[in-house]
């Protein structure tokens, strides 16, 4: 009966330890099967996180670029009115200049004219004269 006993033992041990074998070989497949979907997915998501990463990186360059193109613009439209100012204060100098030119210019024709006039006065004065004298 002892021997029976030690016999059903043995077996149930050995059973036992089949049993577990099998349980650590199943777990260890599952462990190696999450493993590799872990792997996978973390994968899948460093993928991801680097295609965010490069998606922003290109959205701040293209925000950055153009931020450059409308401060350029600026600076462009402020260039030109500032040259547009200067051609205007330029065209109302050389305005100012000619008008007074001219009006020397006019001045002096007719302080000639008026010294002719004057002459020619004084020319038919004397002929007027003469004429009178000769009557």
């Given at each position: ?5 030690d016999?059903e ?7 036992h330890?089949e049993?577990?074998?099998k ?7 599952e462990q190696t ?10 994968a899948?998501?460093h ?8 998606l922003?990186?290109q ?12 401060t350029l ?6 260039q030109?009115?500032l040259?547009?100012s200067n051609?205007?204060?330029e ?5 100012m ?7 020397e210019?006019?001045a ?6 008026q010294?002719?006039h ?18």
């Amino acid at each position: 009966h002892e021997r029976e006993h030690d016999r059903e033992i043995s077996e149930l041990t050995a059973k036992h330890a089949e049993e577990v074998e099998k349980l650590r070989a199943e777990l260890k497949e599952e462990q190696t099967h999450l493993l590799d979907g872990l792997r996978q997915q973390m994968a899948a998501t460093h993928k991801a996180e680097h295609e965010q990463a490069q998606l922003q990186s290109q959205t701040l360059h293209s925000l950055e670029l153009e931020a450059l193109r409308l401060t350029l613009n600026n600076m462009h439209t402020s260039q030109l009115e500032l040259t547009q100012s200067n051609l205007r204060k330029e065209k109302e100098t050389a305005l100012m200049e000619l008008r007074e030119m001219l009006n020397e210019k006019r001045a002096q024709e007719v302080a000639i004219l008026q010294s002719r006039h004057q002459l020619e006065w004084e020319k038919v004065k004397e002929q007027c004269l003469k004429e009178k004298e000769d009557l």
